[in-house]
């Protein structure tokens, strides 16, 4: 079978079996498995496809698997993340915190950044290799995310894997800069969330009964780890623009930036003193 007809099989099968976003999926499968980029797919219809590996690769996505866990990458800001079971999938509107964090990290010298929640580390590492002169500690409890976080942070020696609790203060030289995406979903709207979704760690999704637990405990435990005039960014959810000015109580100058979809997303804040 060729590319074109594996695609088109693809995105059959999948429409027939109400899995959104059929074409788009077909052709990220069909060109992984081709080891091609998407761009490529038109200089390469003609080229042999076995199947049978085709055929698995349908059935995971259909079934509900994430097409991010399925190929076992994903694109996030300049690279390519290893993502898979047990690791939170990077998505776009993490790449304009992304966008303010290097900018930020960008304007100081021999700057330390922690990135906390780190999971696969598209956060940490993207500034990591952005900002070669900044020295970024990437903190992940997870024996899961840490398979990931280990593999994407190889050979990015200023990228340093720290695997610990932020629940427990981390012995870390003091930082000028904190970003995190912690998990910030109500713990009784997990349930609801979309069936990939679901696929997704608990660990990493759940921030409490009013999801802002996670937010707590990075202003109470690292306040004090910031140098002074440093600089907070955090990921919210689309709902947390007001609550998250009241947990913030050792940090003032606290902006609030929508992302791409409009929704408020991005916190940036300054260490009160």
Known sequence: ????????????FLSSNGVDEA??????LVCHLDGIKNSEYPQHIND????KRFADLLWRVKSGEPLQYVIGKWDFFDSEFYVGKGVLIPRP???ELVEKVIEEVKSKDNCIVYDLCSGSGCIGISVAKACPNATVYLVEKSADAMFYLLKNAQDID???V????????CDLPNADIIVSNPPYIKTDELEN???EVQYEPKMALDGGKDGLDFYRIINDNYACKLNGGGTLFLEIGNDQGDSIKSVLTNFDKINVY?????NDRIVKAKLKG
């Open 162 to 169: 720290i695997c610990a609790d932020i629940k427990d203060k």
């Open 158 to 160: 200023n990228a340093k």
């Open 258 to 262: 929508k992302d791409i979809y409009g």
């Open 48 to 51: 042999d496809v076995i199947m």
């Open 1 to 12: 079978m060729t590319l074109k007809e594996a695609y088109n099989y693809g995105v059959y």
């Open 93 to 95: 509107e993490t790449e």
């Open 193 to 195: 969330l979309q069936s």
């Open 23 to 28: 074409e788009f999926k077909s052709l990220c």
